[in-house]
């Protein structure tokens, strides 16, 4: 009963910018973590980008003072900010959540994808 809504992906020019946000709906007890991962073919899904609801971030060393990923409790949003784009950064970004649906039940949620290319 989670549905996650993606926006902000398209076509930008190497060194651009683009900001991917990701809005959460549904029956959610508890957040544990939102973020944002990706996928380019041929290659396994990777972290990008996650914030717990501590608010802690992590990021994966490739786009590490490049990408902020900051979040809105109270709307149940997460926003990525991409900054200084290379092509190796082109594939599909997914937002994930997860949380707790019930008291003792937590599970992952995916998004449906949104494309991000970046030209050289």
């Known amino acids: 009963q989670v549905q996650l809504v993606e926006s902000g992906g398209g076509l930008v020019q190497a060194g651009g910018s683009l900001r991917l946000s990701c809005a959460a709906s549904?029956?959610?007890?508890?957040?544990?973590?939102m973020g944002w991962y990706r996928q380019a073919p041929g290659k396994q899904r990777e972290l990008v980008a996650s914030v717990n609801s501590g608010g802690a971030t992590n990021y994966a060393d490739s786009v590490k003072g490049r990408f902020t990923l900051s979040k809105n409790n109270a709307k149940n949003t997460v926003t990525l900010q991409m900054n200084g784009l290379k092509p190796e950064d082109t594939a599909v970004y997914y937002c994930?959540?997860?949380?707790?649906?019930?008291?003792?039940?937590?599970?992952?949620?995916w998004g449906q994808g949104t494309q991000v290319t970046v030209s050289s």
């Open positions: 994930n959540l997860r949380g707790y649906t019930d008291y003792r039940q937590w599970d992952d949620y």
């Open positions: 549904g029956t959610i007890f508890s957040i544990v973590a």
